[in-house]
């Protein structure tokens, strides 16, 4: 399910508040309340999106040709969090290689079981590589040391835009947050609403309704797929802050 549009999200709230909405034509030069609103819907979806690394919505994938005898590989610009478990060598019939999954392993033992042999091939590569390690610093390496130029397809998690698919953030910008929660990204905005406004009970409120909303989001996207909780990155994994955190 795609999610809903700026335009629509700002209106949105704009009736909630009893304010004018926006018509599509002035979206981008509007002023006062309305700017406000705009500012209150980017940062609740700012908020959902900080509350966890690994929504389904911000999921993509991506293919790596291997180059012979390398063994390490850099991360796409975008990525924000790998899923380690789900690394696999794509079917080549014309490279002799079948269909097959990549185990994790640390990279201390990389260097402890398997780098010496990857080095001592040096650019001829010893095999189809079996696993898959992450690199020092920021990419992931792969052993045995290629010997083909096989493709791995894997699954990461996308640095999160508050809006996406428009770079002057217009009226037909879109959330990747599915519209099915588009309530939850109102109440978030509601609440930052109300603290300009000075209405500390109201807010108090729509942040509780937020944040419920929120965990309703991880018990239905994230804890309901086991898969994704576990993808390895031991030092970046935030699963379970809640909102107040942040705001």
Do not use: C
């Amino acid at each position: 399910m795609s999610g809903s549009t700026f335009l629509h999200l700002t209106n949105q709230l704009l009736r909630r508040l009893n304010e004018v909405e926006i018509a599509e034509a002035a979206f981008t030069t509007v002023l006062g309340v309305q700017a406000l609103a705009k500012d209150s819907v980017q940062n609740s979806i700012r908020q959902i999106n900080q509350a966890e690394f690994e929504w389904p919505f911000n999921a993509t994938n991506a293919d790596q040709v291997f180059t012979i005898g390398q063994e390490e590989y850099t991360w796409p610009t975008n990525l924000k969090v790998p899923d380690w478990n789900s690394f696999q060598l794509q079917k080549n019939s014309s490279l002799g290689n079948s269909f097959s999954t990549l185990r994790f392993i640390e990279r201390d033992e990389y260097y402890s079981r398997y780098r010496d042999v990857d080095s001592a091939a040096e650019s001829a590569g010893v095999g189809i590589p079996q696993f898959v390690f992450p690199k020092h610093g920021t990419g992931f390496g792969v052993t045995p040391s290629p010997d083909k130029a096989y493709t791995v397809n894997f699954r990461y998690f996308l640095v999160s835009d508050d809006l996406v698919n428009d770079t002057s953030l217009g009226a037909n910008a879109v959330t990747r947050i599915p519209s099915q929660y588009d309530p939850t990204i109102i109440e978030g905005a509601l609440y930052y609403m109300y603290m300009f406004r000075d209405n500390n009970e109201a807010a108090g409120l729509a942040l509780s309704v937020f944040q419920q909303g929120i965990k309703n989001m991880q018990t239905i996207l994230i804890n309901k797929y086991d898969h994704l909780t576990d993808t390895r990155v031991m030092s970046t994994k935030r699963f379970g802050v809640t909102v107040s955190n942040y705001l």
